[in-house]
């Protein structure tokens, strides 16, 4: 089964231009070291004496930097090459991360974290540009699950040896956070290109003068992406909380739980996102952001790290249903000059929900109690799956847009093993 696995995954990702694989192993270098996000609300309480809802405005702040970070990436990507905004915000990040490990001053970790995440920040619309120019309409879905790949490989290494090296001190979390940031930085400047576009094969979609601000379906997606990211960044702010205090968890399970999930996705998100490349991509995000709420929503109903692990899983399922395929959704949506424009809006949802999310979560959590957040996270889904599907519907009709994204490559079936080969 695992070599039927392996080869359907060979399959998946042959064909790729060059640059989408030196964007991938920089992307994979750094998640590998993605350590202080999933742990700084707990380093603030613990390290720094903060309460938790002055966490939460901590963290709320680095969603303000980061909502900064989304526009300028993206402006600056659609007029200088994205390869010189990529290397100059990982630079800046890297040693963003050794300062902010440093200093104790509680204004300065606050005026630090909001530049840490307008430069971090400017470095994702940059990249999916990149990854969007070097890809071409035929194969940009399986470019984007070849990068959330290499984040995942990433991002299940970081945390879980984040988690042990935070027992030890949680400075070795900045360090080494920062120090894959700039390793990531040389490893573009050394070998990536200047990214050209490939041409368009495909029917250019029509625009609103090419701006991501008069395209009003659009727009109603990134409302639905905000509430959905929204839920997602409890994930980074009261969910490391939550399992520490009302589950027991100490920092290094804490790190494992964050990897049940990077490892579900490294192993069937592609082959899912294939399975479902034939459906109508916006309903199999709604179905998608139905279960990543319930996965939260089920976190109140039992206790340890196997229901933890489970609810994960569920979660996981749904992101791997969603996020993938919104990011196909928004680079086909775009013309050639615009693109930086409607990734960086793209970003921006998720940067706002960042500003939101730790102030709400932290509040419902603080007064009334870890049920109420999750049970409130998972009846979100129901809401966000209906929305998608009237979108979906409602985007049918437009028919001066081209929304949905090109379908993969036909990959074989999987197989079990033949006689004689291993599992």
């Not at 990507?77 to 963003?96: A, E």
């Not at 998720?350 to 102030?359: G, I």
Request: charged share 15%.
């Amino acid at each position: 089964m695992l070599r039927a696995i392996a080869r359907t995954y060979r399959e998946a990702f042959s064909g790729l231009p060059r640059p989408v694989w030196l964007l991938a192993a920089a992307t994979l270098v750094n998640r590998s070291g993605t350590m202080v996000l999933p742990f700084l609300a707990l380093f603030l309480t613990q390290e720094r004496g903060f309460t938790t809802p002055e966490a939460g405005r901590v963290l709320a702040l680095y969603g303000l930097g980061a909502v900064a970070g989304s526009w300028l990436g993206g402006w600056l990507c659609d007029r200088s090459d994205p390869k010189r905004v990529m290397g100059w915000t990982l630079s800046l990040t890297g040693v963003g991360f050794l300062l902010v490990g440093r200093v104790e001053s509680r204004i300065w970790i606050a005026i630090l974290i909001v530049v840490l995440s307008l430069v971090g920040e400017a470095f994702r619309p940059a990249s999916a540009a990149a990854l969007a120019a070097a890809s071409g309409p035929a194969n940009r879905t399986k470019s984007f699950a070849l990068h959330r790949l290499a984040i995942n490989v990433g991002m299940t290494l970081g945390p879980a040896l984040g988690g042990f090296l935070a027992l030890y001190d949680y400075f070795w979390l900045f360090v080494v956070d920062g120090a894959t940031c700039l390793a990531a930085a040389v490893l573009l400047r050394l070998f990536f290109p200047a990214v050209q576009a490939e041409p368009e094969t495909a029917p250019a979609a029509a625009t609103s003068a090419g701006s991501p601000w008069r395209d009003g379906p659009f727009l109603a997606m990134m409302v639905l992406v905000f509430l959905m990211a929204s839920v997602t960044f409890q994930e980074f702010s009261t969910f490391p909380l939550s399992l520490r205090r009302d589950f027991g968890f100490a920092e290094n399970r804490i790190g494992l739980a964050f990897s049940v999930n990077t490892l579900m996705v490294v192993l069937f998100e592609m082959v899912l996102v294939h399975s479902l490349a034939a459906r109508d991509p916006l309903k199999v995000v709604g179905v998608g952001s139905l279960l990543f709420c319930l996965g939260f929503g089920l976190l109140p109903l039992g206790s340890g790290f196997a229901h933890v692990a489970f609810a994960v899983m569920v979660l996981s399922v749904g992101e791997m249903m969603s996020m993938p395929i919104l990011s196909g959704v928004v680079a086909n949506r775009a013309e050639e000059g615009s693109r930086g424009r409607y990734m960086g809006l793209f970003m921006l949802a998720f940067s706002a929900a960042f500003v939101s999310a730790p102030l709400i979560g932290t509040w419902l959590y603080e007064g009334w109690g870890y049920k109420a957040l999750w049970f409130g996270c998972g009846a979100l889904g129901l809401p966000l799956c209906l929305g998608f599907q009237v979108l979906a519907l409602f985007m049918k009709k437009d028919r001066s847009r081209a929304v949905e994204p090109s379908p993969p490559s036909p990959l074989p079936p999987l197989q079990s093993p033949s006689p004689g080969e291993g599992g």
